[in-house]
C-alpha cells in the first residue's frame, strides 16, 4: 500500500507539474519577465525615497514575494537564465511540489477512499483554498520589484493561514455534528481578523494593472493545478491500488 501511494504521488505529481509548468511559461513568465524590466529601470514608478524613509523608521528592507517562475538576486548567488534554464529550475521545483502535495492527497486516499475522479477533484479543490486561495487573501502573489515584509512573518502568517484553514475545512466538511460545523468559522477567519504582515509603506515598480493581471493569472493557473492534481491523484491511485484493500 505505502508503495502504491508512493508510486501515485510521484507520477500525479509530475503529471500535473508539467502541465503547470507550461501554463506558466506561457501565461504567467511573460508578466514576471516584464515586471522586471521596471525593476531594473532607474526610474520606477513610485519614488523610492518613501520606501527609503519608511526603511529609516524601522521597516523591512524590499523583499520579493515572487512566483515559483521569478529568481531573486542575492548577490553572487547563481540563478537560472532565461530561457531553457529557467523553465528547467521551474519544472524541477514544480514537480517537487507536485509530489509533496499528491503524497498529501494520497494519504487522505488511503485514510478515506476516494469513489471517483470528483471526488479527488473536490479534494484538489481544498487544497487549493488551503494553500493558495486562503493566503492570497492576506498576502497576494507579487511581482518583483514589490515592497514585502519581513520573509520570517510572511511564512509563520502563511503556515499559521493555511493550518487553521484545514481544520476549519476539515471541521465543515468531514463532521456530522453540527456543533462541531460551527468550529470552522472561526478557524476560517481567525488568520484575516489578525492580519497579515505588510510593509509600512507599500510601493511597486510595477504598475497596477501588472500586478493585477499576475494575480489573475497566478490564481487561474494554482486553481487548475490543484483540480488536476486531484483529478490525476484518484485515477493513478486506483489503478495501482486496484488489488490493494485498504
Given at each position: ?95 517537487l511540489l ?89 478557524f476560517l ?43 490525476l491523484s ?13
Amino acid at each position: 500500500m505505502i508503495r502504491s501511494m508512493i508510486f501515485s504521488a510521484v507520477i500525479a505529481g509530475v503529471l500535473a507539474a508539467l502541465v503547470l509548468t507550461l501554463v506558466q511559461a506561457l501565461w504567467v513568465t511573460p508578466l514576471i519577465l516584464e515586471a522586471e524590466t521596471f525593476e531594473q529601470s532607474t526610474e520606477p514608478m513610485t519614488p523610492p525615497t518613501e520606501a527609503m524613509h519608511a526603511r529609516s523608521d524601522g521597516g523591512h528592507t524590499a523583499e520579493h514575494h515572487l512566483d515559483v517562475n521569478s529568481h531573486h538576486h542575492l548577490g553572487d548567488a547563481w540563478a537560472p537564465e532565461d530561457g531553457w534554464q529557467r523553465t528547467l529550475a521551474t519544472a524541477v521545483s514544480n514537480s517537487l511540489l507536485g509530489i509533496g502535495f499528491a503524497l498529501m492527497l494520497t494519504g487522505i486516499y488511503a485514510l478515506r477512499r476516494p469513489h471517483g475522479v470528483i471526488q479527488g477533484m473536490a479534494w484538489g479543490l481544498a487544497g487549493f483554498v488551503v494553500f493558495f486561495a486562503s493566503p492570497s487573501l492576506g498576502l497576494p502573489p507579487e511581482l518583483p520589484g514589490t515592497e514585502a515584509a519581513s520573509l520570517t512573518d510572511r511564512q509563520l502568517w502563511w503556515l499559521t493561514t493555511a493550518a487553521s484553514t484545514a481544520v476549519g475545512l476539515s471541521c465543515l466538511f468531514l463532521q456530522k455534528r453540527w456543533a462541531v460545523r460551527l468550529l470552522a468559522l472561526p478557524f476560517l477567519i481567525a488568520p484575516h481578523v489578525l492580519g497579515a504582515p505588510h510593509p509600512t509603506v507599500v510601493y511597486s515598480t510595477a504598475p497596477e494593472e501588472l500586478q493585477q493581471s499576475f494575480r489573475i493569472a497566478t490564481l487561474a493557473v494554482n486553481a487548475a493545478f490543484w483540480v488536476l492534481l486531484g483529478a490525476l491523484s484518484v485515477i493513478v491511485y486506483q489503478r495501482f491500488t486496484r488489488e490493494v484493500t485498504p
